[in-house]
Structure formats: C-alpha cells, structure tokens
C-alpha cells in the first residue's frame, strides 16, 4: 500500500514538506516511522527513537500503533509547534 508522509516544524525544515511511502498491508505507524528511519542520513536523525514526535493519521492526532490504510495520509511533527 502507498501513504502520504507530511513533516511539519523543525522536521520539515530537515526533510522537506514530505514524500510517498510504499509499505505492507496491515503497516503501522511504527512500522512507517522504523521505514524513514531506515533510509538513513537526515531521515535517521530527524525521526529517531528516542526522539519526541506527535503523529496524525488523516489529520487527527494517533499513537504509532495505529493502522495505516492505502492513501491515508501521516504527519509527524515535534510536540509543541508555533503558530
């Protein structure tokens, strides 16, 4: 299945506005986070473990555990962001 990747904030001054993601049905939010990070260089540093991140799911706030869907869209952004 194909997702929607979206970075916001800090994140998004690393690795641009976002990207396309192919992963397995039934992937998780981890899963897709563990995916990025497994590209390496800015994807490893900017969406490490460790790292506190909030995520969306279709533009509503979720936990990594949450299952992704075909063409679902999934934003990560640090946990406070400005106006």
Known sequence: ???RVRYF???REALGPGE???LPPGAT???ARDALIERGGAHAVALQRG???RCAL???LCD???LLA???ELAFFPPVTGG
Request: proline share 0%.
């Open 1 to 3: 299945m194909k997702i």
């Open 9 to 11: 904030a800090s994140i």
């Open 20 to 22: 396309a993601l192919e």
């Open 29 to 31: 939010v981890a899963l």
């Open 51 to 53: 790292r506190a991140l």
């Open 58 to 60: 279709d533009q509503a």
């Open 64 to 66: 990594e555990a949450a």
């Open 70 to 72: 075909d063409d679902a």
